[in-house]
């Protein structure tokens, strides 16, 4: 196809066969998994998941791709062509029959808020996408890390992290800036109430560099008097917290204030 790739949606092709297919093996599709695809571009990822997968959903933002996308043939794909982030979580998921896969070569400048909607899914199997490298390090990182923070926990709290296979920016067209990495996140929700736990987790790292006294008094409007009566060890700041120390410690403050 003659196309121009579009800065505005990020758009960096994936065509190599073998790592498409490769993809496809990391997320474990099989002729049982209903699928969901971000970001169809090409279709090249599409056409390697409709060979794998029983049925396969597929959104694009970038209209001009629509002609291509639908002279694809893949007669187990259904294309929706609009912005996923916009659409109701529901809704996206009302093209499902039971529980379903997300597989995705996700534009680098919607990998965060993307990741945050449908973590709180509970119908997601599991997460298999190609994001930029320092995204994915931040995603399995744990605690001690150079690179741990509230991406680390939030994928903790919502199952296992793991970098299946690192990709080079020169198997990408056009070639982008940074190398990618792809990622496998298992869902395996945390026992702790969800809201609680991401108001003291977002309230922790709210300022990195000050302790959890300064940060938690300040993010959940509690006196740093209060705090000191509670019997928490709050001299440690939010990089020296595992998951579940954070889940120990929203606990206690829901015990003590009622957070």
Same mark, same amino acid.
């Given at each position: 196809m003659n196309f121009v790739a579009k800065k505005r949606f990020g758009q960096?092709?994936?065509?190599?066969?073998?790592?498409?297919?490769?993809?496809?093996?990391?997320?474990?599709?099989?002729?049982?998994?209903?699928? $969901?695809?971000?970001?169809?571009?090409?279709?090249?990822?599409? =056409?390697?998941?409709? !060979?794998?997968?029983? +049925?396969?959903? #597929?959104y694009e933002i970038d209209t001009d791709l629509k002609q291509n996308l639908l002279s694809l043939g893949c007669e187990n794909v259904i294309f929706h062509f609009e912005d996923a982030l916009k659409k109701d979580l529901a809704l996206i998921e009302g093209d499902f029959n039971g529980k379903y896969k997300l597989v995705a070569n996700l534009p680098y400048y919607i990998t965060t808020p993307l990741l945050f909607k449908f973590l709180k899914s509970k119908r997601l199997i599991s997460i298999t996408v190609m994001v930029q490298k320092e995204v994915a390090e931040r995603m399995c990182s744990s605690v001690g890390d150079k690179n741990y923070?509230? $991406?680390?926990?939030?994928?903790?709290?919502?199952?296992?992290? =793991?970098?299946?296979? !690192?990709?080079?920016? +020169?198997?990408? #067209?056009?070639?982008?800036?940074?190398?990618?990495?792809?990622?496998r996140l298992d869902m395996s929700k945390t026992a702790c109430d969800e809201e609680k736990f991401f108001k003291v987790v977002k309230a922790a790292f709210s300022k990195r560099r000050k302790t959890l006294l300064n940060t938690l008094a300040e993010g959940l409007n509690i006196t740093k008097e209060e705090l000191k009566k509670a019997s928490i060890d709050l001299t440690k700041r939010a990089e020296e917290l595992s998951l579940q120390q954070f889940v120990e410690l929203t606990k206690t403050l829901d015990q003590n204030f009622n957070i």
């Open positions: 960096n092709f994936l065509t190599d066969t073998n790592l498409l297919s490769s993809i496809c093996l990391d997320a474990e599709i099989c002729k049982e998994d209903e699928v $969901l695809e971000i970001g169809a571009g090409l279709g090249s990822l599409t =056409k390697q998941l409709s !060979k794998h997968a029983k +049925k396969v959903v #597929s923070g509230l $991406l680390s926990v939030s994928c903790a709290f919502y199952g296992k992290c =793991k970098i299946m296979r !690192k990709v080079s920016r +020169k198997m990408f #067209s056009p070639q982008p800036d940074v190398d990618s990495c792809v990622v």
